[in-house]
């Protein structure tokens, strides 16, 4: 009687419903988590505009949970358009890895925009492991030691083979949600709110009051300087910015 | 129910900032900030003086914050329970568990005003049980800082102040590089040398468990954050199989070494 409950809990019209009428509502598509073999990866942020450099750390998970040595990361980098910009593959992994992302490396771009990590292999030692590295973005200006942030939210998938892949794991509710951020920012000189469109569709959103739209993949950065309270309005079910503040020459980066 | 804490440290001061808010309603007025700390062997609960609230925020400045207290938000009545039985923490409610996370505000700060910030909370359930953590090093640290430091954070649920030991263990040689006395229910300072933060070295506690927060300084600037436990990298059901595999891994080590 459990296991039927909570399959008739898990299915997919069941979620819609919920999430239809907001009671309990499920964030995150529950189906993702039954794939076998596969790599889960944020919408980790990059930036290279104003001084910036970001700083890529990243853990050999294949190799760290299940001893496979013939691994390799996918990194796949899009603009605040969702531009495609370059695709790379790194064979030679330590336990704990790092890459900087500049404008070189981003082929002269100086811009912001998100990237995902997959974790690839064509080894069949593994057993129906899902995985997702949260992984830690360091933001540096001009030189600076940098601040580090980790991954926010799941938002993409590749099987550890390459043969599928997919999106849509951020669900979204009929109605529109609040979001309050739990923190001011009335002491800082400045503040900046990053957000990746975590769903796979157009995302519209409220900051106060304030229409924002974001298309698929693409990314925003919003000034709320000096705010007190800032109220994000959504059908979006998990939608948390990444938060810049800056006081003097120094600055912060956290998740909300 | 989140307990939150502070940094008290000789190379940085700290500020913490609860939200008298869950993230998708109005501030409470009922759930007061309240202070909790080993006293005479059982758990002390006490107000903090409302004046330190600022609008819909409490702000728990230096002068409140010492290594061994951590504050919660609470209704009176609902703390009159710990205060009748300061034996053992309980949970008093869940005006702290919501979707997405409830989040509080850390900041540490220096004299010359860089500052970094983290989120603070730790969960009621991390108090009830015992293990270890593992984390590597050298993802939240910096070779080149002046200075790194690892804070680590344990609130355990019996008002005890028992040591146990933090390993520096390089998982290719399966060598402990370094191993450091702790205690429960404090937050304990260890400073890190740059030999230590390396691709292949982890950190790995015996008994209890806890929150590493990591913290990097150069030229004032600070950079703060936590890691995240191994079984919230696995999202398949066998997460705790896979884990616990990989930390027997972790626990020969640190055996064979007592032997």
Known sequence: MKLLIKRIANSRSFILFRNYIGFRPIIFNPSYKKLKNVSVSDAFPWRTDSGYVTIFRYADLLQLFSKIEESFVELVFFTKDNRFIKKIEITQLSFSNEIIINNEFLNGIQEYGYFNIFHRTNSDAINKLVIANRCYIGFSIDGSPPSFVHGNSHVNFKSFDGEFSGSGIVLSSFFKNLYRIQNTFLEFDKSELFFVNPTPSKLIFFINNKKYILNRGCSILIDVSGKANLSIRSKCLFLRPTIFNYKNQFFDVYHS | ?259
């Open chain 2, 1 to 259: 129910m989140n307990f939150f804490f502070g940094i008290k440290s000789p190379h940085l001061n700290s500020k913490v900032t609860i939200p008298r808010f869950q993230n998708s309603s109005n501030p409470s007025k009922n759930h007061l900030l309240f202070e909790l700390q080993i006293i005479s062997d059982k758990w002390n609960i006490s107000n903090i003086d409302n004046k330190e609230s600022s609008g819909d925020f409490f702000i728990v400045n230096e002068n409140i914050i010492e290594k061994d207290n951590f504050f919660l938000l609470a209704t009176t009545d609902e703390v009159q329970k710990l205060i009748n039985n300061g034996d053992k923490l309980i949970d008093l409610n869940n005006f702290t568990n919501t979707i997405p996370s409830y989040r509080a505000n850390l900041q540490v700060l220096n004299s010359r005003g860089g500052f970094s910030s983290y989120q603070s909370e730790y969960p009621f359930s991390m108090t009830t049980k015992k293990g270890n953590i593992l984390s590597p090093i050298s993802s939240l640290l910096n070779k080149n800082a002046d200075i790194n430091i690892i804070f680590f954070k344990n609130i355990f649920q019996l008002p005890i102040q028992e040591k146990f030991s933090i390993f520096f263990i390089n998982i290719k040689t399966k060598k402990i590089l370094k191993k450091e006395r702790v205690i429960t229910n404090c937050l304990n300072e260890i400073i890190v040398d740059s030999t230590l933060i390396e691709p292949d070295i982890f950190l790995f506690t015996d008994k209890y468990i806890g929150v590493p927060i990591f913290c990097s300084i150069k030229n004032n600037y600070i950079s703060l954050e936590h890691t995240h436990p191994p079984h919230e990298y696995i999202i398949s059901e066998n997460k705790f199989k896979v884990v616990s595999q990989l930390k027997q891994e972790f626990n020969e080590i640190i055996n064979q070494t007592n032997c």
